[in-house]
């Protein structure tokens, strides 16, 4: 059996679990994801993020989730109620396209929930909620 590691995932695989008859939102590949999609941090906390799979993505904070900047990934053409990202310029901000194998911090974040998704795969989303000291 392969391990998610070594990056097998084929691009037919790959696009048959993009959409589903029965949601009305993107899927997404289930290895595909920000895992945890939930962390609860302390105000002053840093929170690292790491690309820990074989393609680039964005960790771009979002006031709404949505879509991303690739159209085909987007739902463009797909299930009804996908959301355009409004904020794309947002996506190429610090730190912008995080390679495969790369860590970034995120220091600073004020109390409250704070959205994140990547740009490219929209369906790709956590949350981080930041608790007052």
């Not at 059996?1 to 990056?7: D, E, F, I, V």
């Not at 074989?54 to 739902?75: I, K, M, R, S, Y």
């Amino acid at each position: 059996m392969a391990t998610p590691h070594q990056h097998d995932t084929t691009f037919a695989e790959f696009i048959g679990l993009l959409f589903s008859p029965l949601a009305s939102n993107i899927i997404g590949h289930p290895a595909w994801n920000f895992a945890p999609g939930y962390i609860s941090i302390s105000a002053g906390q840093i929170v690292r993020v790491t690309n820990a799979g074989g393609e680039d993505h964005t960790f771009t904070e979002v006031p709404a989730f949505g879509g991303g900047f690739v159209p085909p990934l987007n739902g463009v053409g797909g299930p009804a109620g996908t959301v355009p990202l409004v904020e794309a310029e947002a996506c190429m901000a610090s730190p912008g396209i995080i390679a495969p194998g790369n860590t970034v911090p995120f220091a600073g974040l004020s109390p409250g929930v704070h959205k994140f998704q990547c740009c490219i795969h929209p369906w790709m989303r956590a949350v981080v909620d930041v608790e007052a000291k």
